[in-house]
């Protein structure tokens, strides 16, 4: 038999097996993943999935240790050597393939998944899943849901453990949606299986399998996060360190984000800017620079809310703070900036293609703008936002600082 033909363990190739296995053990197994298990001569994984598969185990069977080593330097270790990986269902969704796709070429790992755990949860509520916003809390901090809350959606959420559940259904209600149904499937497709069902507001399952799956049917009108750039001013935490709704709306039409990409945002006041990028897909990322340590803080914790806790907040004054920073796709400078030499920092370290906006609300700012204008070109346009505000015992407009805003993208010349 040629090496490519043996897709389980061929020495020169496919060294690694990752297969996925269920709640049913060796019976939900294909041949295939049967014989990557049993002719391993190391199987790692959870003390759950080793004793699931442990009929068929005939080497020698390895728990993950803690903390889990994302570097896989057990594993690695054994390259080409017969190994097999277990984990829940898909290893490939939010899972341990991921990490180690990471580390090993596709041409040497072969890979058996089993049903996901949302696939399960689907069956047996017949959703489509398509339609479904499915997250992973495990591990991973639950505000990751916020930004799912739109009634009439629904959510499939896969928690930690066995407190999981009820730490949702209190998100829920501090957000306004304690009327909707929350269904909680434990250990699905074992002989432990069990589905059971309240609203939100009505929570009080106890024992619950720490192998779980959140259905969720969303019901309320509370904290929503509205899919649409420039967010009420209102949904963050800012006492006027805020790039406001109509400038933020415009700026991060002018940033112009793409899947995957990383944001600055320098002087990042609440965070909004980059908590809005963020927004945009769950690939994004941002990191924002605040030399206040206040407003670091308040950032953060705006983050958390509005659901992005990944941002990166660093703390202290640029440009000397962004030397040791991943080089960005996007550039965003607030109303300050006009420190000496930032710009040009900032600048030198965009990637090709990449956009650098710069908000001005100060004369010195504009100088510092018109400069790089001329010396690299670039749009302008000025904002001007007014809003109807009590005079007396009548309404008149009241006319904000007016902000004038360079947009400039940087070509490979520049680089």
């Known amino acids: 038999m040629s090496p490519e033909s043996n897709r389980d363990h061929a020495p020169l190739t496919r060294w690694l097996s990752i297969v996925g296995i269920g709640e049913n053990g060796i019976l939900g197994l294909g041949d295939g993943a049967k014989r990557a298990i049993a002719s391993a001569r190391v199987v790692f994984g959870g003390r759950r999935h080793l004793e699931l598969a442990s009929p068929l185990i005939s080497g020698e069977a390895r728990a993950w240790g803690t903390p889990f080593d994302v570097t896989m330097a057990d594993v690695m270790a054994l390259r080409q050597q017969p190994v097999c990986v277990l984990a829940s269902g898909d290893p490939f969704l939010f899972g341990v393939g991921v990490t180690l796709a990471k580390l090993v070429p596709a041409s040497e790992y072969a890979a058996f998944p089993a049903p996901s755990a949302f696939s399960l949860a689907a069956s047996r509520l017949g959703w489509p899943l398509q339609d479904v916003e499915a997250v992973s809390l495990h591990g991973r901090p639950i505000d990751l849901i916020r930004p799912l809350l739109h009634p009439g959606r629904r959510v499939m959420a896969l928690t930690s453990d066995g407190q999981g559940p009820a730490a949702i259904s209190h998100l829920l209600c501090e957000n306004g949606f304690g009327k909707s149904r929350m269904t909680v499937l434990e250990a699905i497709g074992g002989d432990k299986e069990r589905l059971r069902t309240s609203r939100a507001s009505e929570f009080r399952f106890d024992d619950i399998n720490e192998l779980n799956v959140v259905a969720i049917e969303l019901y309320g009108t509370g904290r929503i996060l509205p899919l ?107 109303g300050g900036g006009s420190e000496n030499g930032l710009l040009e920092a900032a600048a030198a370290r965009l990637k090709p293609g990449g956009r650098l906006v710069a908000n001005a609300v100060t004369l010195e700012m504009e100088t510092v703008l018109l400069a790089a204008h001329a010396r690299l070109g670039g749009q302008f346009i000025r904002l001007q936002v007014s809003r109807v505000e009590p005079v007396g015992s009548m309404q008149g407009w009241k006319v904000a600082m007016p902000v004038t805003q360079w947009i400039w993208q940087k070509t490979e010349e520049q680089q």
């Open 228 to 334: 649409s750039n420039g967010l009420d001013d209102d949904l963050f935490e800012h006492y006027g360190q805020i790039t406001k709704r109509e400038v933020r709306a415009v700026t991060l039409s002018a940033l112009a984000p793409r899947r995957g990409e990383l944001l600055w945002d320098i002087g990042a006041g609440s965070g909004s800017i980059g908590i809005e990028w963020m927004l945009r897909h769950p690939s994004m990322r941002a990191i924002a620079v605040e030399r206040n340590p206040v407003r670091a803080a308040r950032a953060c914790r705006n983050a958390q809310t509005c659901g992005v806790p990944d941002l990166k907040v660093v703390e202290g004054t640029a440009p000397g703070v962004l030397t040791d920073l991943d080089d960005p796709d996007a550039i965003f400078i607030g």
